[in-house]
């Protein structure tokens, strides 16, 4: 049995998940966790009735509310062990959607390693437990609620047991606004794929619908107005004052900014790699010369942007924070450096997605490519419109992150499948990806360390007391 454990397809996920959660219980906690969304001596009981009286108020978030008020009021070993489920789960999802049985063992490296450089010093903005549990978990569940799709393109077999599990996965997971969204794109594209195709899947339509039930419990919400109302007047006063387009701005210039200016490790991966396909697929010169646009964005703003701020000062310009009326707005009047910084990071994206198109070798992955980014991407967006843009902080790019991690990992494990790259280079990509990934370990050992404490470094605690 351990010998099969060993050699089994998924053990980099066990592995990976299980450091993952002993890291994560020797986090202290902080913000919400200790403040708003803590019930001392609570019961299940009372846990729920909470979560919903806070539909009424605040959120629409019931069922992700719950599991944080029951793990802030116990050992955080309890939510670390839940985190690293969660990963498993997301991990897994990745695999069972993107990866073909015959390379299951190499795609599941490559997307730990890839899962591993989402950047979680966001998962701790409110809280460890508030934060990841809102955000983690509902991705990992929603991803998972993404495998019908594939299965039922594909015209695989559910056993019974799947029925129940899927459509609870999405249930779940649908009840973050970003994830809901996320969902609701791709059954409605799905649907009316299968539809066009003159096939029928009733299990897909019945998901289809839970996801715009799980929309309309969201917009419905009698909290939305009051929590809205009371950002306005407390935390973001100058929202009242945009209008449609100022505030499409806002959530599309700051969603921008963090993917691309932040410094973010899993983007400038992602760049560098889809960089290298190109050049390993086309010989054109403007192809190439064209994948190494966003790299070069990427690293001269990340990575290499003290070397390269010292020598071009003004490149720091495009790290500034985006102003609460939006990149570009009245008071700047549309300037030269606003319009650039908004052009550059335009051209950008509009290059990135260029390279998808050119690596996916028929309409099924680039339209499954397609709808991950541009979906994920307007799940972000979309923020604009509500006042907490600026105080949820970046956590909020969290879904975002995830969908362009498995735009990569789709288009990665296609180009394996169509046999385009060698066996060498692909080795020698999991092998790079495999340092960066330890490095990502070592840097989450640390932000663990650092998070809601006033010593540094490192100290031990035992985590169950």
């Known amino acids: 049995m351990k010998k099969k454990l060993l050699h089994s397809d998924w053990t980099i996920f066990y592995i990976v998940s299980l450091l993952f959660a002993l890291l994560l219980s020797f986090a202290f906690m902080g913000g919400d966790d200790v403040a708003s969304m803590r019930l001392e001596g609570g019961t299940l009981a009372g846990y729920w009735l909470h979560s919903l009286e806070l539909y009424q108020t605040q959120t629409a978030r019931v069922l992700i509310n719950f599991p944080i008020f029951i793990f802030t009021d116990h050992p955080p070993v309890f939510w670390a062990i839940y985190m690293g489920i969660c990963l498993l789960v997301l991990m897994s999802a990745f695999s069972l959607l993107f990866v073909d049985r015959e390379y299951r063992r190499e795609g599941n490296h490559f997307i730990a390693c890839m899962v591993m450089m989402f950047p979680f010093s966001v998962l701790y903005e409110a809280g460890w ?236 992955t680039c339209l499954a490519a397609m709808i991950l980014l541009l979906a994920g991407t307007a799940s972000r967006v979309v923020l604009g419109f509500s006042p907490t843009i600026f105080a949820s902080g970046n956590r909020t790019c969290s879904i975002m992150s995830f969908c362009i991690i498995g735009a990569v990992v789709l288009i990665y494990m296609h180009n394996i499948r169509r046999l385009q790259l060698s066996e060498r280079f692909r080795k020698r990509i999991l092998t790079a990806a495999e340092i960066v990934m330890a490095v990502c370990f070592v840097n989450l050992l640390f932000l663990v360390a650092a998070a809601f404490r006033t010593e540094f470094p490192y100290s031990f605690r035992v985590p169950l007391l």
């Open 129 to 364: 437990i508030s934060t990841a549990t809102t955000y983690l978990a509902s991705a990992a569940f929603g991803f998972m609620a993404l495998v019908p799709v594939r299965k039922a393109v594909y015209g695989e077999p559910f056993r019974w047991w799947e029925y129940i599990l899927f459509a609870a996965c999405l249930i779940y997971g649908a009840n973050l606004e970003q994830m809901m969204a996320v969902l609701l794109a791709c059954y409605t594209v799905a649907v009316l794929v299968l539809a066009f195709r003159k096939k029928t899947c009733p299990y897909l339509i019945v998901l289809l619908v839970l996801c715009i039930l799980s929309a309309a419990f969201i917009l419905l919400c009698p909290g939305n107005g009051a929590r809205t109302d009371m950002e306005i007047n407390t935390k973001y006063p100058p929202f009242a004052m945009l209008n449609l387009i100022d505030k499409a701005e806002l959530g599309y210039s700051t969603a921008l900014k963090w993917l691309l200016f932040d410094n973010n490790v899993f983007m400038a991966v992602s760049c560098i790699l889809l960089a290298l396909l190109i050049w390993k697929k086309y010989q054109d010169r403007f192809y190439r010369l064209l994948a190494l646009f966003p790299v070069c964005v990427t690293l001269l703003t990340g990575p290499f942007s003290s070397a390269a701020e010292t020598m071009f000062p003004y490149l720091a310009c495009l790290k500034q924070d985006i102003p609460y009326y939006g990149l570009v707005n009245a008071a700047n009047r549309g300037g030269i450096l606003e319009f650039g910084r908004f052009f550059l990071m335009s051209l950008t994206v509009m290059t990135i997605l260029a390279e998808f198109v050119l690596l996916a070798d028929d309409a099924g």
